[in-house]
């Protein structure tokens, strides 16, 4: 983390987090490591001092972190209509059809509606793979940008958002979003790559949702952020799936 990103990160903590949870003492010495850091407070150390519950000093700090500067939105924001759980028909171009369960809550932000990633998740991975079982998933709509899975069989992965675009009208939603993918076998070995989906939806006016859906897999070594030296990405993007996606509302 260079030094603008370090000290932008500690301004936005500061900004993000409940006024109880810190205070500041600035008379004493601070050393040369904190006050490259943080310039602004080059005149005395800062001295966090926790008045709040650690729960909400957590959550604020993951509040905090999904909102880095430079990396997009902090979430896909859709209509409000969505809110809800919809039955899920996804046609898989040149595969297969399968039926799921969707659900779309509210967003800690005001008057905003975000997708249910890690149910809709699991979710889909189980009408894809119905042999395959997940123990658990952790997300939180607090920190939206990281999913994990667990399955029966020991392995994991591990879904990072790594930037996005989005936007949202009354009737219609569209992203695209890098993530970069971590599985990791029973054994604990990790392995990384990196896709980009695109997506679009638009609701018609007999309620039924309508979304197009493509995922590449990027190549360059498993970080959409990190750049070839050479230019340009270490292999063209490949698509892994298209697939046209039609949601109906449980009643």
Known sequence: MNKFRCTHLF????????KATFGLCLNEPTSRRMAFAFPAFAGGAVCL???????????????SA????????????????????????????????????VR????VEFNATVADRGFNQASLERALAPDISIRSYEWTETNPNDLRLVY????????KVTKRAAERTDDTASSSEFRRVTTENSR???MISAERTLSKWKIGSDGIVQGLEITYDMGGGGDPLI???MG???????VLSKSRIRLEKFQ
């Open 49 to 63: 001092v926790s008045t709040a519950k650690a729960s909400d000093t957590g959550e604020a700090i993951r509040r």
């Open 152 to 159: 029966g069989d020991g392995t994991s992965k591990e879904l």
């Open 232 to 238: 340009g990405s270490s292999t063209e993007p490949t």
């Open 188 to 190: 604990g070995i990790p």
């Open 227 to 229: 750049p070839n030296p």
């Open 104 to 107: 779309f809550i509210q967003s």
């Open 66 to 101: 999904s909102k880095i500067p430079g990396y997009g939105p902090s979430d896909i924001f859709y209509p409000d209509i969505l809110k809800g759980k919809w039955k899920a028909t996804r046609e898989i171009v040149g595969d297969k059809t399968i039926e799921y369960e």
């Open 11 to 18: 301004y936005v903590l500061l900004l993000t987090m409940p």
